[in-house]
């Protein structure tokens, strides 16, 4: 027989559809199960509090331009048909906007809300795998639910992208298979709504067109003409909101002076390893890790070329093989490394400032992985199904005790850096992180050492001068953090914050003219500051130039109505002018917070 002809075997849709009501009473239990291992498995991260970045998304104040929009009434127009927020995922910033307003700073509620949605999220795998007739496919959808890798998306709160993202485009694969089977045109419809929507929640969901066609492949045997068409405008919604996010990512995701900018031949190059790191992990989820350590791939060595060009032998091999096996794996590892695409690195990616991957970056290819492994599992099922059975038994709950473990980790920032640290100790951003949450808890002295052991690894790491200035500024050290505030400004001077920083400290030493300096800068970076409003003004009003100082803390009042300190220090100066007879004396007491 030729390959031709024995491709063509069995190529008919391979649908399952519900027959009668005990067929829906599975599915319902089906469902309830997973639900129910995913809360148990994941029961220790749901007691945890806010990690790491959650605070761009969830914080008391708002003091980034996403935030503002998350507290505002009307900000869902801005998150909407503006560019003020990090990222265009206005969908995920809809979601945090209405959870602001359902859980306020209770963490509990986001956690719950990333869980449910993962646990949408793997019941509509499972129907997505039934429809392409996956076997075993609840054990699949299970393995996804439950696996290790996606705790660093269901347990971390920023992370409510990954988790509403991964419903709406299953949702929008179940839908175009049902039309696909002979549905009508409402069900096509319906996915090119629904992949918008995901879309809008995270743009990683833009490689769903070309997973369509691998569908289509795999029931016809071949990808038709018509398929093409009709996946057309889902690749047109695909490029526009890939092309938003990379202008949005090469206009806001570089940090001057502290990235590490490489060749695309490197990138390309890292392609391979960061593949294959993300199958090792799929496969085996020991050891995982908040924050890797970051490789460095030179692509003039020839052997940084090895692990992508594995990948090709590979793809060469597969062809080969059995058509009963060929096709299940040139789906499956095709769509993992599809799914893939868009976080391998060779596109920009802020977090790649950090570690070259990360758990949560494969959240949406992964169910291809578990799905290969069921199919493993039920070919051996065939000739064995009682070992077969005990295996898929021991790899699930295997995986929820791994889970539970996992979950522990992602309770706070504290255990989560501890955590990196153990596995990498020469990460300088878990260094960093952990210093601050020591320094919130009253723990200066310990968050010092790791403050300077991040600046040992990263000398130009301007958080960890910054962070480490104002520890030293508290322990009466005004020179030193000077020192370490002008270099932090000196790595990125774009950070209102340093400045402000460094504008109290010079203001603490007596230098209130180079105070001035650093205010102002404030002021051209962030015009809406009123803390620095009213410290200008402190300045100018000890320098006697009062009709200024009435200026900025007229302004400073305009941006906050309820600052006391600067309503009490404007009638001052107010009295003052009333006066011209009058020495000239300080307000008393400036803003300390940017």
């Given amino acids: ?141 299970a393995l996804f639910a439950v696996h290790p890798v996606t705790v660093a998306s269901v347990a971390w709160i920023a992370e409510l992208k990954n988790c509403l993202s991964l419903p709406l485009a299953a949702a929008a694969a179940l839908v175009w298979l049902r039309f696909d089977a002979g549905g009508s045109r409402v069900w096509y419809a319906a996915a090119v709504c629904t992949f918008l929507l995901a879309l809008t929640a995270k743009t990683s969901t833009v490689v769903l067109p070309v997973l369509l066609l691998a569908f289509c492949w795999w029931r016809r045997g071949r990808i038709e003409r018509q398929d093409l068409l009709r996946t057309a405008p889902f690749f ?25 900018p490489e060749g695309l031949l490197s990138r390309l190059a890292a392609s391979g390893w960061v593949a294959w790191f993300y199958l090792s992990k799929a496969l085996v989820p020991v050891r995982l890790a908040m924050l890797y350590p970051r490789w460095v791939v030179d692509p003039a060595v020839l052997t940084a070329w090895l692990p992508l060009a594995a990948w090709l032998i590979i793809w060469a091999v597969i062809p080969r093989l059995d058509a009963r096996w060929s096709r299940p794996l040139t789906l499956g590892l095709g769509c993992y490394l599809v799914a893939l695409g868009p976080v391998l690195g060779i596109l920009p990616m802020w977090f790649r400032r950090y570690a070259l991957v990360s758990d949560h970056l494969q959240y949406l290819a992964l169910p291809a992985i578990t799905a290969l492994v069921a199919a493993a599992l039920h070919s051996i099922s065939a000739h064995r199904r009682t070992i ?120 603490m030493l007596g230098r209130p003219d180079e105070a001035a300096v650093e205010f102002k800068e404030v002021l051209r970076l ?45 009638d001052r100066v107010r009295a003052q002018m009333r006066q011209a007879d009058a020495p000239a004396s300080p307000s008393p007491s400036p803003a300390t917070q940017p």
């Fill in 388 to 507: 077969a059975m005990g295996l898929a038994a021991a790899v699930l709950l295997c995986c929820m005790a791994l889970t539970w473990q996992r979950s522990g980790a992602f309770t706070s920032t504290l255990r989560l850096m501890q955590d990196s640290l153990a596995k990498n100790p020469e990460s300088w951003t878990a260094h960093t992180n952990l210093a601050a949450e020591l320094s919130a808890l009253g723990r200066p002295q310990e968050a010092i050492v790791h403050y300077r052991e991040a600046l040992r690894l990263r000398p130009t790491s301007f958080e960890a001068r910054n962070n480490l200035a104002t520890l030293l500024l508290q322990f009466g050290q005004p020179e030193e953090a000077i020192e370490q505030y002008r270099a932090a400004v000196g790595i990125n001077p774009d950070v209102p914050g340093i400045h402000f920083n460094l504008g109290v400290a010079l203001g």
């Fill in 236 to 260: 047109v919604l695909a490029v526009v909101m890939g092309l938003v996010t990379l202008l949005r990512q090469s206009s806001a995701g570089g940090v001057p002076g502290d990235s590490v």
């Fill in 526 to 570: 962030t015009p809406d500051s009123g803390a620095a409003h009213h410290n200008l003004g402190y300045i100018l009003a000890f320098q006697g130039r009062l009709a200024e100082a009435v200026d900025h803390y007229e302004q400073a009042l305009r941006l906050n109505p309820a600052d006391p300190q600067a309503r009490a220090n404007l």
């Fill in 1 to 141: 027989m030729t390959r031709r002809s024995r491709s063509r075997v069995s190529h008919q849709p391979a649908t399952v559809t519900p027959a009668g009501g005990a067929s829906r009473w599975l599915e319902l239990a089906g469902g309830l199960l997973l639900g129910l291992a995913v809360l148990l498995a994941f029961w220790p991260s749901l007691g945890g509090g806010f990690l790491w970045d959650d605070e761009h998304w969830i914080a008391v104040t708002p003091t980034t331009p996403t935030l503002r929009l998350i507290h505002e009434d009307d900000g869902l127009r801005g998150i909407w048909f503006s560019n003020q927020t990090q990222d265009y995922w206005p969908l995920s910033n809809s979601m945090f906007w209405l959870e602001w307003r359902c859980w306020g700073m209770n963490p509990l509620g986001y956690r719950g809300v990333n869980l449910a949605l993962h646990v949408l999220g793997a019941i509509l795998v499972w129907q997505v795998l039934r429809q392409l007739g996956v076997p075993w496919a609840w054990l699949a959808a």
